[in-house]
């Protein structure tokens, strides 16, 4: 694995091609080239492209609109690195072989709104009742999501009630997909025992007893 000066003379050579006038080392920056009037060029060296390498180049920005990580090997997940570097506005360099390669040029990036999944995301916080998931604990529980509610208060009403029709369940559970969440079942907690109507099943009374404190009332 190349040393991190050794990979200055590709850069430098990259650059000069381009007619830049390059210099190393100036006022903490590894590589700065400056090609007349125009905005100066930065250049962060490492092996290897890394957190620290980032954290480098988004300082630079403070003094180049156009600054480049240049790294000694090709980055295992270059696909998610080539969407960091863009997201931050930074370029990217591979020098292989004694020669630099641009793999990225910086430009300014604004994501495009995915409105689709921001209208999911707005709507499910919408439905939720109260906030019954601990931040950053979908790993080790099962999520208490909006559906699970109204599937629960669906469980609620059948398991004091007996058998009911889809458009009571709907009514008096305060549940909008109550038809969807009886016939699709997903949790097993549902039967049907006649057309459009619905009754708990054991599975669907261990599911209350399992989220009784989330159950809405």
Known sequence: MPLESDLYAPVKALLEGQGYVVKGEIRGCDVVAVRGDEPPVIVELKRVFGL???????DRLSLADRVYLAVGQWPKQLRSV??????LGLGLLVVSDSRAEVV??????KPRLDKRKAGRMLGEHSRRLGDPNLGGSAMRAPLMTAYRQEALRCAKLLA????????????AADAPR??????????????????GVYAITPAGRRGLEAYATSTAS
């Open 178 to 195: 109550a038809a969807n969440i009886l016939r699709d079942d997903f949790y097993g907690w549902f039967e049907r025992v006649e057309r």
């Open 52 to 58: 620290g390498l980032v954290l480098q180049g988004v």
């Open 104 to 109: 990225l040029d910086p430009t300014p990036y």
């Open 160 to 171: 004091g009630s007996g058998p009911m029709k889809v458009a009571a369940v709907r009514t």
């Open 82 to 87: 080539r969407k960091l570097c863009r997201r």
